[in-house]
């Protein structure tokens, strides 16, 4: 409505929409800059970042003048944790092959070959380890075996089925419990480096964060988070407190942009300090500061998903007309 009591014409009503979008647009402009122009003043307070990536855990210092520059570096997952894993991963080639369909005399014949040699190796495993990684090659060599004995491998599907079922239950406890030997291999050895580089550093938990970098996959129930979160609960300081996410952080990666990764300019300056000055923003705005880690406009979705899409009807059965 213009003030003299006329309307917009179209022509007026678009230039006016297309001034308040440009005027917005140069708005949300300086937001974007002050915020992150506010994230580099956001990191003052960490003294030292510890970031767990590709099997390596590097520690990272504050040195107030240039920034965090890695101080440590040490190779957590070893020779014998690699060598239990590669272990537990015959039994998924044999599947991913059958799957694929690229199963054939040849690419049995081969693995077989392979496993043939990985046999000769194991001793070099601790006593403990060592029965049950021969019972599961042996195991997968005999399977192979079976499979071979298959006339057509591309049409029996039903005897592959059976073959597999048996060759699974077979090596199931040798699995577990070369999974569990693994398990406390990497945390053992993550624990030693951690408690050296804390006690060294004289690292105050207050003013530390912890990155871990992974795939998509083993997120959920990934051990070396569970480690960093029973590091901080199991001191009373923070036994009310939420760690994850907040001291402790999951940073989801694609595998082929884990390789050149930048630690510094990528993992510290950009996401770290970003997620810090959100917390701060967060609790000063919503009196929460882990509240900008989930969408603002969560709350209403429900409702409007609800109004753009209903709930369909069942149809009524249909009668049955007699005859």
């Known amino acids: 409505m213009l003030p003299n009591g006329g309307i917009f014409s179209e022509a007026q009503h678009e230039k006016s929409t297309s001034v308040l979008s440009s005027s917005l647009f140069s708005v949300n402009d300086q937001f974007l800059k002050e915020h992150q122009s506010a994230s580099a003043t956001a990191l003052q307070g960490i003294m030292t970042v510890m970031v767990f990536h590709g099997g390596n855990l590097s520690l990272w210092v504050n040195d107030k003048k240039t920034g965090f520059q890695q101080r440590e570096y040490q190779t957590i997952s070893g020779d014998e944790y690699h060598q239990l894993k590669s272990v537990c ?58 499979l071979q004995d298959i006339s057509n491998l591309r049409l029996e599907e039903k005897i592959i089925g059976e073959i597999l079922r048996d060759y699974q239950y077979a090596i199931k406890d040798n699995i577990a419990f070369l999974s569990a ?115 603002v406009l969560r709350k209403d979705g429900p409702d409007i998903i609800a109004q753009l899409l209903p709930e369909k009807e069942q149809p009524e059965p249909m009668k049955k007309i007699a005859v």
Not at 110 to 130: F, I, Q, R, W, Y
Not at 203 to 213: A, T
Not at 268 to 282: G, P, S, T, Y
């Open 181 to 295: 030997a693994a398990t406390g291999k990497q945390l053992s050895a993550l624990h030693d480096v951690t408690q050296k580089w804390l006690q060294e550093y004289g690292i105050d938990l207050s003013q530390n964060r912890v990155l871990l970098v992974g795939a998509h996959g083993p997120r959920k129930g990934f051990i070396e988070m569970q480690y960093f979160l029973r590091l901080y609960t199991c001191d009373s300081a923070y036994a009310e407190t939420p760690v994850k996410n907040n001291y402790v952080y999951y940073i989801e990666m694609l595998p082929c942009h884990m390789a050149e990764l930048d630690i510094k300019a990528r993992l510290i300056d950009e996401f770290l300090a970003h997620e810090e000055q959100n917390k701060q923003v967060a609790d000063w705005l919503l009196g929460e500061p882990l509240a900008m880690q989930q969408d």
């Open 89 to 146: 991963h015959i039994p998924v080639i044999l599947l991913d092959q059958i799957k694929s369909g690229r199963i054939s005399r040849e690419t049995l014949a081969d693995l077989g070959s392979k496993l043939t040699n990985v046999l000769k190796a194991l001793p070099v495993l601790p006593e403990t380890v060592h029965s049950n990684a021969v019972a599961i090659v042996e195991q997968s060599t005999q399977c192979i075996n079976r």
